[in-house]
């Protein structure tokens, strides 16, 4: 039994030399000349980074229910807080307990004290 050989390679066509058709012409005149951005289009230009209050998320409720799956949520909290909840029911009571937990972190009740 023979080895099968190797198939040759597909070779890319030599870098054409001259002009190419996808640069844009050289303009006669100031005013001919090719624009950078569309009119009309927006550029992506940024300001300064925004300045915040000083608030921060600490605490995230995720729900999913897709059309005919099992619901579930999920209540993550920088105090340690992480559970998870599948089914309807669950999925419900720790949507209200997450809401209760709102109440009672104490991250939370620890910087709304401070900042009043």
Known sequence: MSPRPHPHLKCL???PT???SA???SAASGGDAPKVVAEGVPTAVRTG???GDGRYPIAWLT???PRGAVPTATSVCECGRNLFAAGHRKALALIVDHTDHRTRCPLRTTEER???
């Open 13 to 15: 066509p030599s870098t």
């Open 18 to 20: 001259g002009l190419d």
């Open 23 to 25: 640069e844009p012409a």
């Open 49 to 51: 980074p925004q300045a």
């Open 63 to 65: 729900i999913s229910a």
């Open 114 to 116: 401070i900042a009043t």
